[in-house]
Nanobody, 121 residues
């Protein structure tokens, strides 16, 4: 059974930084892309960032471009989201996701349970 476990969430002041981590475990048949999504209270879940299996291809939502950086660990079963210049509107539950095959921004195959990021003004 595939598990994705997020860590690194917390409370930070506006303008601060946080780094989220995601570790995948279990049997995943083949290469897979990883991504981060978020869901703010009362809103739908939205795409944040995605990274290919190799780490060489990335995608970002317009709202986080230039502030967030997604990366892949050397072991390939980990992904990170470096979040800088955080804003109160970045407050949300952040979910790690994985998808077999090439990079994608929706239709993920596996999901973590989420980690809460709260940005105070």
């Amino acid at each position: 059974q595939v598990q994705l476990v997020e860590s690194g969430g917390g409370l930070v002041q506006a303008g601060g930084s946080l780094r989220l981590s995601c570790a995948a475990s279990g049997r995943i048949a083949g290469s897979y892309a990883m991504a981060w999504f978020r869901q703010a209270p009362g809103k739908e879940r939205e795409f944040v960032a995605a990274v290919s299996w190799s780490g060489g291809i990335v995608r970002y939502a317009d709202s986080v471009k230039g502030r967030f950086t997604i990366s892949r660990g050397n072991a390939r079963n980990t992904a990170y989201l470096q979040m800088n210049s955080l804003k109160p509107e970045d407050t949300a539950d952040y979910y790690c996701a994985a998808a077999l095959g090439p990079i994608r921004t929706d239709g993920m195959d596996y999901w973590g349970k989420g980690t809460l990021v709260t940005v105070s003004s």
